[in-house]
Every structure is written in C-alpha cells, then in structure tokens.
C-alpha cells in the first residue's frame, strides 16, 4: 500500500486544519486507518484511528472532541480535520494502513500498521 499525506501547514493556536491521506496499490475498504504524530523531541503517538467502513472511530484523549477522522472509500481516502489546534498538536502527522485486520477492528498500536506515508508537517504557533 502506497499512502501519501497532505494538507499540514502553520496555523495560529485555535485554528484549523485538515490532512488528508490517500492510498493506493491495495482494496482501500479492507484497510483499517490510522493517524499518528511524532513532535520533535518524542516519541510517536496515536492520534486517530477508523474502521474499515468508518464506523468505527477512536482517538487519543488529548485531540477528543477537537478532531474528527473520516473516510470516503470511494475515493481511497481518509483525512483528519483538526479544530481548535494548540501549540502542543505540533508534530509531523503520519497516516497508517493496517491491511491484517477484520471489518470492525482498529488499533492503537503503531506496530499493527505495515503501511506509512510520508508524514505533513503541522506546526501551530502561540
């Protein structure tokens, strides 16, 4: 599977953005999907992740309630649209694939994911 993100730029603190992940080389509709994000300094962390159909969502306590993770499997893409941005969701975002998963199924575990994309750069200035 081929994935390449997009969408990451500087926004102020309490702004918006949406990255989007499209994929390819692979059935789109049998992948679970996932965000991750490493800033500098730490370690990569789970962000976002939905199911194969995309009713089944799961997010990281700290962007709950301030991001939304969506799929359209027509278009073999997924995005993350990201309100209410703060200093500390600066990171490179990562979408992931996990093609070894049942409908229903997501995971958190950044080592389920075979597949990765190039990483968007988010930066969210004070």
């Known amino acids: 599977v081929q994935l390449q993100a997009s969408g990451g730029g500087l926004v102020q603190a309490g702004g918006s953005l949406r990255l989007s992940c499209v994929a390819s080389?692979?059935?789109?509709?049998?992948?679970?999907m996932g965000w991750f994000r490493q800033a500098p300094g730490k370690e990569r962390e789970f962000v976002a992740a939905i199911s194969w159909g995309g009713t089944i969502k799961h997010y990281a306590d700290s962007v709950k309630g301030r991001y939304t993770t969506s799929r359209d499997n027509a278009k073999n893409t997924v995005d993350l649209q990201m309100n209410s941005l703060k200093p500390e969701d600066t990171a490179v975002y990562y979408c992931?694939?996990?093609?070894?998963?049942?409908?229903?199924?997501?995971?958190?575990?950044?080592?389920?994911?075979?597949?990765w994309g190039q990483g968007t750069l988010v930066t969210v200035s004070s």
């Open positions: 080389g692979r059935t789109f509709s049998r992948l679970a």
């Open positions: 992931a694939a996990d093609a070894n998963t049942v409908s229903g199924a997501i995971s958190i575990d950044a080592n389920r994911y075979e597949n």
